[in-house]
């Protein structure tokens, strides 16, 4: 095989490689729909003559508004070959979600197969951009040149403020991270890689650059698919999937209720995880029951793609944390404490992260990129004064002997359920609005024994049930799903510290003893004399 890593040089060139080269073989498939490599190009080079009809140039912003499909991956290297920036939103989002991204991006054009009744809830009263659907046609067009620092896509996480912050990575970060995971993982042109991640989740890359780099096809799982294990595993086993990246829900769901025993998926030979802590008994259980496929703990916030990578040669038989491993090739991370200085005697710190992968910045938000972005030379090289850019991740971990990373948490209130990140201030932001919430603190329960971690949010005032329902209803319309609590619970004040911030161990315990009275109240326990 031609190394395809060493000819392209931005992410549009990619599909061009292998059409030429491979114009027959499969490329793109849900189960149902099959493009090869020539069809997979001339639908983007025709979706991309559109997108020009209607005014899309070099440098401009089109969002893609579709469910996960064969349709979604077109639409992105559609959006590249013309030199354009990707802004992928999530399908499932509220309204009132989609409005601020689109406000925040505002792209020149958006690609969605949304009826109009729903396209018109989305823009709201402003005009919104034009709009085309994803079988939109037009003369096909040749690839545009970009260089490597164009902006290639900007993926959008939730903000302390509850304004969306948008992740911008340029065509090198992109193409850096493509070509350290194709070596990592040995991608060929011969494997097949399972798409389980949405594209507004920064898990969907790999697909996205790193498979057509290698030239290895992909296979997407819609999320109706998902919805039905055994569907899923039936189309693991019907398209012969060799790679599996997602989150470890979507992996015990598989393994849990997929009834993978009847199915031969001796294909799938290595299985990538992220996004969050794996339990290790949930973890052993699906590593038994794959077991023909490797497995891997990937760990990396979206601002750089990925920075570290632990195998694991058996499943785990303690409940000892899954490290995150020691850095990938194509990072190096750095060790510090409060004061910046570097640490190297196995306590935990703040962790930095220099890579090629790392985003270029946040979308309009120079505050923020200055925060989490220092351009320094290596303290632990003191005699080399190189200035690199140092990613502030949040994250605390620390440093095993052996060289392996742990993570410990966050150093402030970011967290992650089902991969998805998630800023309680934002949560805590949007409920404040409600009428009837005069306060708000939002915590995370862990699930036990491989259970859901769920989002719980206390409010003050006390709250009937009926205003919890409205409360409820009030934060589905401004939040994705993912970031609604799953609990609502009415407490007289939030308790906080002395220097005002939220005491969020005593707002779980006062949560706990709300839930203790309640429960003894409906089993008829006398405490309600």
């Not at 290639?152 to 912050?165: D, M, N």
């Not at 002395?498 to 405490?527: Q, W």
């Amino acid at each position: 095989m031609d190394d395809m890593r060493s000819t392209a040089n931005v992410l549009n060139e990619l599909l061009d490689l292998h059409a030429e080269r491979r114009p027959g073989d499969n490329a793109l498939t849900d189960g149902t729909e099959h493009l090869t490599w020539r069809e997979y190009r001339d639908r983007a080079a025709s979706l991309g003559g559109a997108l020009r009809q209607i005014g899309v140039q070099v440098g401009d912003r089109v969002a893609i508004h579709l469910s996960k499909s064969v349709d979604s991956f077109v639409a992105v290297h559609a959006i590249l070959r013309l030199g354009a920036t990707v802004v992928p939103i999530d399908w499932f989002a509220p309204a009132a979600h989609v409005r601020n991204v689109i406000a925040d991006a505002d792209p020149t054009a958006m690609i969605s197969s949304a009826s109009k009744r729903v396209l018109d809830d989305l823009v709201g009263d402003s005009e919104g951009p034009p709009v085309i659907g994803p079988a939109a046609s037009g003369p096909p067009i040749d690839r545009v040149d970009v260089a490597p620092g164009d902006d290639a896509y900007i993926v959008y996480t939730s903000g302390s403020t509850g304004r969306p912050k948008g992740i911008v990575h340029t065509n090198a970060s992109a193409l850096a991270y493509a070509r350290a995971a194709v070596d990592t993982y040995e991608l060929t042109e011969s494997d097949r890689l399972a798409n389980v991640a949405p594209l507004h989740f920064d898990q969907s890359t790999f697909e996205l650059y790193a498979a057509p780099l290698a030239g290895s096809a992909v296979v997407v799982l819609s999320d109706v698919v998902l919805r039905f294990p055994a569907s899923a595993a039936q189309l693991i086993e019907q398209e012969r999937v060799s790679v599996w990246y997602s989150v470890p829900f979507a992996i015990t769901q598989l393994t849990d209720r997929g009834a993978v025993g009847d199915r031969d998926l001796s294909a799938l030979r290595w299985v990538l995880y992220g996004g969050e802590s794996f339990p290790p008994g949930a973890l052993a259980g699906s590593m038994r029951s794959l077991p023909s496929a490797r497995f891997s703990n990937v760990y990396g916030p979206a601002e750089v793609n990925q920075c570290t990578f632990h195998h694991l040669d058996e499943p785990p038989t303690t409940d000892d944390a899954i490290p995150i491993g020691p850095a990938w090739s194509a990072a190096d991370l750095l060790l510090v404490d409060d004061d910046g200085a570097v640490i190297d005697d196995g306590t935990p710190g703040h962790l930095l992260v220099s890579t090629d992968t790392m985003m270029d910045r946040y979308w309009q938000r120079d505050d923020l990129t200055a925060g989490a972005i220092v351009t320094m030379p290596d303290p632990r090289r003191p005699d080399d004064e190189t200035s690199k850019r140092w990613y502030r991740t949040g994250d605390k971990v620390l440093r095993r002997a052996d060289g392996e990373f742990v993570f410990l948490g966050r150093f402030d209130h970011q967290v992650k359920v089902r991969g998805h990140r998630i800023e309680l201030e934002a949560v805590e932001a949007i409920a404040v609005e409600h009428e009837t919430v005069t306060d708000c603190a939002v915590m995370v329960e862990r699930g036990v024994g491989g259970g859901d971690d769920r989002l719980v949010a206390a409010v003050a005032p006390t709250v009937d049930d009926h205003t919890v329902a409205e409360i409820v209803k009030h934060l589905r319309a401004r939040l994705p799903r993912y970031a609604v609590p799953a609990e609502v619970v009415g407490l007289a004040q939030i308790p906080r510290t002395g220097n005002g911030k939220i005491d969020r161990p005593a707002v779980a315990e006062a949560a706990a003893t709300l839930r203790e009275v309640v429960e003894l109240r409906s089993t008829g326990s006398g405490l309600e004399k």
